[in-house]
């Protein structure tokens, strides 16, 4: 592990702190490509325009038109957190301008991902006039031509890349379709039906057909949870996205179902922060997709009174709770896999016990500790076919490797589909070595050479007179996320004590100049040396309402 301190301009830094931005700050964001004080401008006027989405005027007339017939519209969602905020967007706002609107998500062990020919069979039996797919759907080909073939229009609004064919639609809003020049190609899925919906309220507005004036801000913090919790690019245009709806939270105005799930974890949402997003609410929603229904997941986010949010939040809390179980077994099982590897580079693992819903979950943990992209796989519960969930490292587009993989070995992936840092496919059982083999060599091709390189990227050291409690709550208080990282400083420390707490972490009394700190290494019993080059992070340890300063220890050379 290499320890290194990321690059910035000078003279950004310093227009940054000419501009009134703390020191700590200043220095942070100006490595982060932040170059003034403007770009931190988060204002809902300055949010980049509905018009520049390909296809968002004609899926607001769409739209429009179905709400004056009196049309019945069916939202098909996604199990995961950007799909329950996105669907919960749609039906709040498609209510309040009058529209007949329900929802459908696809049971993730029979039916899988997308808009599927049999999931259109099962939504046919509502009588719906039209589809409305959320963060899925761009794929969907067959499942669009089903859904014509029985007289039902799709609307789909999507964020993932798609395949050479896009769906025979009725209309498609995708910023990364073909011709589309939205500014921001990292919308999430809940970022395109917030924006279709903006654009759906001024479409009414013109026809003199909104009974009411529909406050689009009150759906902020569902977008800013399913920006946060899919881990997509923090550019500015998300940034703001999730400013507004942090705000909206702290200030006691967001939904009932988000407090609630905070709330369940011992969380105050007065205090939200953006990792409260990422890690808090965020895997207590997916709970209900990986381990059952994620219908549970949207009624928390639709449920208008706290005491039907509390009680949502507290079953979601509770499949949370199963979910690490099933975690921790399935990683104890990952981690003796990789003992016995004859082989670093293996990035593909499978073992017929594990559960399809926690997958991606031990991807990701094993892409942590392998420094490689990983794929894991599950069976499915139709049989002879694996599922399989990949997360990636930067510096690999994961969508366009699976992409290869499958141009290589026609029939080989049955399915596949996601972004640059994460994605799903479906094989065969029998087609696992094969897949392995197959993306290994794929691997090979196009991980960089530097990409290979096990670095941690800091912001430096930080000064003595800045591991205070109040630059923590300044950090803490900012908006972090994938491509705009939490700051992580490093610096080198006597280590004068360190001890197991909790059965799987080190607190652990650190020196350096004089001065004492007290820190926490999580999740890790590694002991450290009497001498150690750390990068940490610079935390608030919050015991019984007594609110202290802490480094939390991420990686050390």
């Known amino acids: 592990m290499k320890i290194i301190e990321r690059t910035f301009a000078a003279a950004d830094r310093d227009a940054l702190l000419a501009g009134g931005i703390h020191p700590v700050l200043a220095r942070v964001y100006a490595g982060r490509s932040i170059r003034n004080a403007k770009d931190l401008a988060y204002d809902p006027a300055l949010l980049h325009q509905p018009s520049l989405l390909k296809g968002v005027e004609d899926a607001a007339r769409l739209l429009a038109d179905a709400i004056a017939a009196k049309k019945r519209l069916l939202i098909v969602a996604d199990y995961d957190a950007d799909g329950a905020t996105a669907c919960a967007v749609g039906l709040r706002a498609l209510r309040a301008f009058g529209a007949e609107v329900d929802y459908l998500v696809p049971d993730r062990f029979k039916l899988g991902y997308g808009l599927s020919p049999e999931l259109v069979e099962i939504a046919a039996q509502r009588k719906p006039d039209l589809l409305i797919t959320v963060d899925n759907g761009i794929a969907s ?89 899919d881990v997509v690019p923090l550019d500015a245009n998300n940034r703001n996205l999730v400013s507004q709806g942090l705000k909206r939270l702290r200030a006691g105005r967001g939904q009932h179902g988000i407090a609630a799930l905070l709330r369940a974890a011992g969380r105050n949402p007065a205090e939200a922060s953006s990792f ?37 939040a507290q079953q979601l809390d509770r499949l949370n709770r199963d979910r690490k179980k099933i975690e921790a077994d399935m990683l104890e099982q990952a981690v003796s896999f990789l003992k016995n590897l004859s082989s670093e580079n293996q990035s593909s693992f499978f073992a017929p016990e594990w559960h399809e819903g926690v997958v991606g979950i ?102 003595p007179a800045h591991r205070t409690l109040a630059v923590a709550q300044l950090l803490e208080a900012q908006i ?20 197991v707490v909790g059965e799987k972490h080190l607190k652990l009394l650190l020196a350096k100049d004089g001065r004492r700190i007290e820190a926490m290494r999580f999740g890790a019993l590694q002991p450290l040396p009497a001498q150690v080059r750390a990068a940490y992070r610079l935390g608030v340890n919050d015991f019984n309402g007594m609110k202290t300063v802490q480094l939390n220890v991420e990686h050390f050379e």
Request: proline share 4%; glycine share 10%; hydrophobic share 45%.
């Open 141 to 229: 080909v067959e499942g669009v031509a089903r859904a014509a073939a029985l007289g039902i229009g799709t609307l789909i609004t999507d964020h993932h890349l798609p395949g050479d064919t896009l769906p025979a639609a009725s209309c498609i809003v995708n910023p990364n379709q073909p011709g589309c020049s939205f500014p921001s190609k990292a919308l999430a899925g809940v970022g395109v039906m917030f924006y279709v919906m903006l654009a759906l309220r001024a479409e009414l507005r013109r026809r003199n057909s909104l009974n009411r004036d529909v406050n689009m801000g009150s759906l902020t913090d569902l977008v800013a949870l399913g920006t946060i919790a």
């Open 276 to 312: 409260d997003f990422g890690f808090i609410a965020g895997p207590r929603l997916n709970a209900a997709g990986r381990l059952a229904d994620m219908s549970l997941g949207i009624e928390c986010l639709l449920a208008d009174d706290e005491a039907r949010a509390m009680n949502c």
């Open 362 to 463: 031990i991807a990701a943990r094993l892409k942590d500790r392998l420094h490689r992209p990983v794929v894991c796989f599950a069976r499915a519960a139709d049989g002879g076919l694996l599922k399989g969930s990949g997360r990636s490292i930067a510096g690999l587009h994961l969508r366009d490797c699976l992409d290869l993989v499958s141009k290589r070995a026609p029939g080989l992936i049955v399915r596949f589909g996601g972004h640059a840092m994460a994605a799903g496919l479906t094989i065969a059982e029998s087609g696992y070595s094969r897949f392995a083999e197959a993306f290994e060599r794929a691997l090979e091709e196009m991980l960089p050479a530097e990409a290979r390189l096990r670095t941690v990227e800091t912001d430096g050291a930080l000064e």
């Open 480 to 499: 972090w996320g994938q491509g705009f990282p939490q700051p992580l400083f490093c610096d080198t420390f006597a280590v004068e004590s360190q001890r």
